[in-house]
């Protein structure tokens, strides 16, 4: 019987296949390992040069700064010691303009009441030029308001000198006091000096350099979009690159080091040398690009590449060509495979002298024939075991579930009160908590909560929290101490999510004060009887759990008759439509504002709904919460 040529390659193809993939998987481990061990030898060099070229910046610039804050020191020393006339004083400050070639501009002001005026020194072609201020306006510019403060010299960012030269400067400024007058002396840098030090500096094959100040903006770089409207803190957000903002940190925290970015961004793949000025905080940067960088090595691995590619393809012609002589034993063993598969295990593997690996893959399948029934056993173990486990996850949830206060007119037996509050959780178990409880005869507390992740861990930290609020309450007044106390707790508790983000309030029911705390949390909503919303968005501290000695802060409002008190997790906010759109404190006012009365229960299921309904088919899903309370009356 002739056999298709069809089947004769199918076989001969997939044994081809099998040998390739193992043989690319082989030589990607080779390769990855030799491209490891030779980068480092090649880029220690270029490296280096980037470090050379980053010092050399450093200390351009430095020498620059360091020049002008001894030129300041001089010049505090002279109108402190000396009595100085105003001829006298302009001839000083004119020397020392026009004789040093750093100094852009001088501005001399009084902080004086009674002496509102400054006075700008700056040059001109023709000589020197003087600009009077007689407002009050430089009173709360940085270079003034911030030295006068502090008592001792600043240097600014950059900020434009309207009452100057119009330029864009920075300044460095300290404090003198003579015949009675306080005052602030400061002098400026044009940052083009800077920039120029920076943008036309002969960097390597491939790189390029930058200037960030002491927040993070970029001052100077090769890119004129971005200086002075950029940060890398804000490229990171706009590019969604950690790694942006993980390097800004380090920069304006004066650290020195490399730093390696990986991506395909405004920035993409990189490495990055950078050290901070000695003298403001500043830091500079030198990045050259990572193909730049592995240039030879590059081609190294080109050579290795089709050198592979070569010994494959004579490998692949002798294993077709011995394929072509296991086709009939292997086409059997398939048959008799497909067999089994469709379940008839009795099914007799042929023997076959075709090779001793034909042979050793016709015992394999016996084995194999031999092993399903128990295979199959075990499978049903395993299915059996993972059902288990998840009616344990379910009852979780139920546990957790119980956990927050039941819905009821008056919460607690309190007639001043009503609230209302839902929680669904994204999954059989949630990271969102709420709850409301009596501290005293006249305390009513309540908070909501959401923990940085999901699942077991996640409820296991919120579980925790709603067991331990209530029973810490009766020995606090202020609601930042109590979050203080169990700050302090989750930090000192070593669980895997500990991060929380919470807003609790005390109201007291006699006075109609609420006291609240809102530690990273969502915005608090009051709704008035007449309709008007009022959103408190201040945070009093960063999430829990992350910083054991947290200064957490706290806020007062007094509440009127028919207050509602609307409180979420930022699964109502954060909800997403099918397009992609979150829901968003828009969306939420929306909702409010839309009600035609107050009541706690139509408030809430208002909120859910509508953000069900936005959500609808949407892939993401999150723990939803909200809780409402309404003041009805003062307690007698």
């Given at each position: 019987?002739?056999?298709?040529?069809?089947?004769?390659?199918?076989?001969?193809?997939?044994?081809?296949?099998?040998?390739?993939?193992?043989?690319?998987?082989?030589?990607?481990?080779?390769?990855?390992?030799?491209?490891?061990?030779?980068?480092?030898?090649?880029?220690?060099?270029?490296?280096?040069?980037?470090?050379?070229?980053?010092?050399?910046?450093?200390?351009?610039?430095?020498?620059?700064?360091?020049?002008?804050?001894?030129?300041?020191?001089?010049?505090?020393?002279?109108?402190?010691?000396?009595?100085?006339?105003?001829?006298?004083?302009?001839?000083?400050?004119?020397?020392?303009?026009?004789?040093?070639?750093?100094?852009?501009?001088?501005?001399?002001?009084?902080?004086?009441?009674?002496?509102?005026?400054?006075?700008?020194?700056?040059?001109?072609?023709?000589?020197?030029?003087?600009?009077?201020?007689?407002?009050?306006?430089?009173?709360?510019?940085?270079?003034?308001?911030?030295?006068?403060?502090?008592?001792?010299?600043?240097?600014?960012?950059?900020?434009?000198?309207?009452?100057?030269?119009?330029?864009?400067?920075?300044?460095?400024?300290?404090?003198?006091?003579?015949?009675?007058?306080?005052?602030?002396?400061?002098?400026?840098?044009?940052?083009?000096?800077?920039?120029?030090?920076?943008?036309?500096?002969?960097?390597?094959?491939?790189?390029?350099?930058?200037?960030?100040?002491a927040n993070g903006t970029i001052v100077a770089h090769n890119d004129m979009s971005l200086i002075m409207n950029q940060s890398l803190f804000s490229l990171a957000d706009e590019y969604n690159e950690p790694k942006l903002r993980e390097l800004g940190h380090k920069m304006i925290s004066g650290e020195t080091g490399f730093f390696r970015i990986r991506g395909s961004n405004i920035v993409n793949s990189r490495h990055i040398y950078y050290q901070a000025l000695e003298t403001n905080g500043w830091s500079v940067g030198i990045?050259?690009?990572?193909?730049?960088?592995?240039?030879?090595?590059?081609?190294?691995?080109?050579?290795?590449?089709?050198?592979?590619?070569?010994?494959?393809?004579?490998?692949?012609?002798?294993?077709?060509?011995?394929?072509?002589?296991?086709?009939?034993?292997?086409?059997?063993?398939?048959?008799?495979?497909?067999?089994?598969?469709?379940?008839?295990?009795?099914?007799?593997?042929?023997?076959?002298?075709?090779?001793?690996?034909?042979?050793?893959?016709?015992?394999?399948?016996?084995?194999?024939?031999?092993?399903?029934?128990?295979?199959?056993?075990?499978?049903?173990?395993?299915?059996?075991?993972?059902?288990?486990?998840?009616?344990?996850?379910?009852?979780a949830g139920e546990i957790q579930s119980k956990l927050i206060p039941d819905n009821t007119d008056h919460p607690i037996g309190i007639k001043e009160l009503r609230a209302y509050g839902i929680l669904e959780p994204a999954g059989d178990v949630g990271g969102d908590l709420y709850d409301y409880f009596m501290i005293d005869e006249d305390r009513f507390c309540f908070v909501i909560a959401d923990v940085v992740g999901t699942g077991i861990g996640a409820a296991m930290t919120m579980t925790m929290a709603s067991t331990l609020?209530?029973?810490?309450?009766?020995?606090?007044?202020?609601?930042?101490?109590?979050?203080?106390?169990?700050?302090?707790?989750?930090?000192?508790?070593?669980?895997?999510?500990?991060?929380?983000?919470?807003?609790?309030?005390?109201?007291?029911?006699?006075?109609?004060?609420?006291?609240?705390?809102?530690?990273?949390?969502?915005?608090?909503?009051?709704?008035?009887?007449?309709?008007?919303?009022?959103?408190?968005?201040?945070?009093?501290?960063?999430?829990?759990?992350?910083?054991?000695?947290?200064?957490?802060?706290?806020?007062?409002?007094?509440?009127?008759?028919?207050?509602?008190?609307?409180?979420?997790?930022?699964?109502?906010?954060?909800?997403?439509?099918?397009?992609?759109?979150?829901?968003?404190?828009?969306?939420?006012?929306?909702?409010?504002?839309?009600?035609?009365?107050?009541?706690?229960?139509?408030?809430?299921?208002?909120?859910?709904?509508?953000?069900?309904?936005?959500?609808?088919?949407?892939?993401?899903?999150?723990?939803?919460?909200?809780?409402?309370?309404?003041?009805?009356?003062?307690?007698?």
């Amino acid at each position: 019987m002739i056999k298709s040529s069809r089947e004769d390659k199918t076989l001969a193809y997939q044994l081809i296949t099998y040998v390739f993939v193992l043989t690319l998987v082989a030589f990607i481990v080779v390769t990855t390992l030799t491209q490891i061990l030779f980068s480092g030898r090649i880029s220690k060099s270029q490296l280096e040069n980037m470090k050379h070229l980053a010092h050399e910046r450093i200390y351009l610039i430095d020498g620059i700064l360091s020049h002008v804050e001894n030129s300041l020191e001089m010049m505090c020393f002279s109108l402190s010691a000396l009595d100085l006339d105003n001829e006298e004083l302009e001839g000083l400050i004119s020397v020392a303009i026009k004789k040093d070639k750093h100094i852009h501009s001088i501005a001399l002001a009084e902080s004086h009441a009674d002496h509102l005026s400054a006075r700008v020194f700056f040059k001109e072609e023709d000589g020197l030029r003087v600009n009077v201020i007689r407002d009050a306006n430089y009173f709360y510019e940085d270079w003034f308001q911030i030295p006068l403060m502090l008592n001792k010299p600043y240097w600014t960012e950059p900020w434009v000198d309207s009452s100057g030269s119009g330029e864009l400067i920075i300044s460095y400024s300290a404090p003198y006091q003579t015949e009675g007058v306080r005052g602030i002396v400061s002098i400026d840098v044009n940052l083009k000096e800077l920039q120029r030090l920076i943008i036309d500096s002969e960097c390597l094959q491939g790189g390029n350099s930058f200037l960030v100040s002491a927040n993070g903006t970029i001052v100077a770089h090769n890119d004129m979009s971005l200086i002075m409207n950029q940060s890398l803190f804000s490229l990171a957000d706009e590019y969604n690159e950690p790694k942006l903002r993980e390097l800004g940190h380090k920069m304006i925290s004066g650290e020195t080091g490399f730093f390696r970015i990986r991506g395909s961004n405004i920035v993409n793949s990189r490495h990055i040398y950078y050290q901070a000025l000695e003298t403001n905080g500043w830091s500079v940067g030198i990045s050259m690009k990572n193909d730049v960088l592995y240039k030879d090595m590059r081609i190294v691995l080109l050579t290795n590449t089709f050198s592979a590619i070569l010994l494959f393809l004579i490998v692949a012609l002798i294993i077709y060509s011995r394929a072509h002589a296991l086709t009939k034993p292997l086409r059997e063993l398939s048959e008799a495979a497909l067999r089994i598969g469709g379940g008839e295990f009795d099914t007799r593997i042929p023997d076959s002298v075709a090779g001793l690996e034909v042979a050793t893959l016709s015992q394999s399948f016996r084995f194999m024939q031999e092993s399903l029934l128990d295979y199959i056993q075990s499978l049903d173990i395993t299915t059996y075991e993972k059902e288990k486990m998840r009616g344990d996850v379910i009852y979780a949830g139920e546990i957790q579930s119980k956990l927050i206060p039941d819905n009821t007119d008056h919460p607690i037996g309190i007639k001043e009160l009503r609230a209302y509050g839902i929680l669904e959780p994204a999954g059989d178990v949630g990271g969102d908590l709420y709850d409301y409880f009596m501290i005293d005869e006249d305390r009513f507390c309540f908070v909501i909560a959401d923990v940085v992740g999901t699942g077991i861990g996640a409820a296991m930290t919120m579980t925790m929290a709603s067991t331990l609020l209530p029973s810490l309450a009766p020995f606090y007044t202020k609601s930042n101490e109590l979050l203080r106390e169990l700050n302090s707790f989750l930090c000192k508790t070593d669980i895997e999510a500990n991060f929380i983000t919470a807003l609790l309030g005390i109201i007291d029911l006699k006075t109609g004060i609420l006291q609240y705390t809102n530690a990273g949390h969502m915005p608090l909503y009051i709704r008035k009887l007449d309709g008007v919303l009022e959103k408190y968005s201040e945070t009093h501290s960063t999430a829990l759990g992350i910083f054991e000695d947290l200064n957490i802060g706290s806020e007062e409002i007094r509440l009127n008759v028919g207050d509602e008190i609307i409180i979420f997790t930022d699964g109502v906010t954060e909800a997403m439509s099918k397009e992609d759109e979150f829901f968003g404190l828009g969306g939420l006012e929306e909702v409010l504002s839309a009600l035609l009365y107050s009541n706690p229960e139509n408030t809430a299921r208002a909120i859910v709904s509508r953000v069900h309904d936005f959500a609808v088919d949407s892939k993401y899903k999150d723990d939803i919460t909200v809780l409402v309370i309404d003041y009805k009356h003062p307690r007698a």
